[in-house]
């Protein structure tokens, strides 16, 4: 059983999507409706940049919404469709639209709107985000409320057993980063972030993603969505708003989303979009998992070989 795996912000580079864009009419299709639902050539920032530009965080949710859905558009083509999904983060959104609970052009206009909205929710400068490696979720959850003093620095991403990503004030999470350093953390370092993205800091990004999302249509999924607020699985409609909105100021639990669908039984997991972040981790969640990717028209070829010689 195969499940695909979205990524998010942070997979992005320069070039990315240019091979589906050129080599299939439905993914050049993808990416110009992306332009239009946004008003602005995404296309020609995602294909040539800059880098700059294309890093803030307003126009890296959309561009990576984009070039993953393009990317399932082709793997469909191909026949490599997913029994089930799940995204990290933004990538949650990927898996949304490629399950038809929300319609693309709806999901890129709202992602842009989130991405201002959690770029806006702390002044810029005052927030951070850093990946403590090498300790037990246990203890960084410890040295978090040790280090807080009165601010914020909360679990914000749950990546696998070794490695935990905090956000919050950025004076709080570099006590917290000393602090892992002391205790025997392996490696801790402070992100090339623009928010603390995931932290309670983000609740007003949250209030103000609810008036985008409360008018549009949602569907039941055609294939189970992991939902990365608690690993639930979403199967309905009517759980799509609450969790997408719940997301944006919770913990992303990707180690448990991962450990989730392989016991609704995928055996392969392919990441589907830009980077292959996602393929290294699930590799360190599940003991011999299968994880490949697909982010052009030869990692495709490639992974469509892999599961025809091992289905």
Do not use: Y
Not at 245 to 254: D, G, I, T
Not at 274 to 297: C, F, M, N
Request: charged share 20%; glycine share 10%; proline share 6%.
């Amino acid at each position: 059983m195969i499940a695909f795996l979205f990524p998010g912000q942070g997979s992005q580079a320069v070039g990315m999507g240019r091979g589906f864009h050129d080599a299939s009419p439905a993914a050049k299709a993808i990416v110009a409706e992306a332009n239009d639902a946004l008003g602005f050539d995404l296309a020609r920032l995602m294909f040539e940049g800059p880098e700059a530009d294309l890093a803030l965080t307003a126009n890296t949710q959309p561009a990576v919404l984009t070039a993953s859905v393009a990317a399932a558009t082709v793997c469909a083509e191909r026949g490599l469709v997913p029994a089930l999904a799940a995204g990290h983060s933004l990538g949650e959104w990927s898996a949304l639209v490629v399950a038809g609970a929300i319609a693309f052009r709806d999901a890129v206009r709202i992602v842009r709107r989130r991405g201002e909205f959690m770029q806006e929710a702390v002044p810029v400068g005052t927030g951070a985000m850093a990946a403590i490696m090498g300790l037990d979720l246990a203890v960084v959850e410890a040295l978090c409320g040790e280090a807080a003093d009165g601010q914020v620095v909360d679990v914000a991403n749950i990546n696998s057993a070794g490695q935990t990503v905090i956000a919050g004030h950025r004076p709080a999470v570099e006590r917290a980063v000393a602090l892992a350093a002391a205790r025997g953390g392996r490696k801790s370092v402070i992100l090339p972030v623009s928010a603390p993205f995931h932290s309670s800091l983000m609740a007003p990004a949250a209030t103000r993603l609810s008036a985008e999302l409360e008018p549009i249509t949602v569907k039941d999924p055609r294939l189970p969505v992991v939902r990365n607020v608690d690993a639930g699985v979403t199967r309905s409609a009517e759980d799509v708003k609450p969790f997408l909105l719940k997301q944006v100021a919770s913990p992303v639990r990707w180690t448990a989303c991962v450990e989730k669908l392989a016991a609704e039984g995928a055996t392969a997991f392919v990441e589907v979009g830009p980077g292959r972040v996602l393929t290294a981790l699930v590799r360190r969640i599940v003991d011999g998992a299968r994880g490949l990717s697909v982010e052009d028209p030869e990692s495709l070829d490639k992974t469509l070989a892999a599961l025809g010689a091992k289905p």
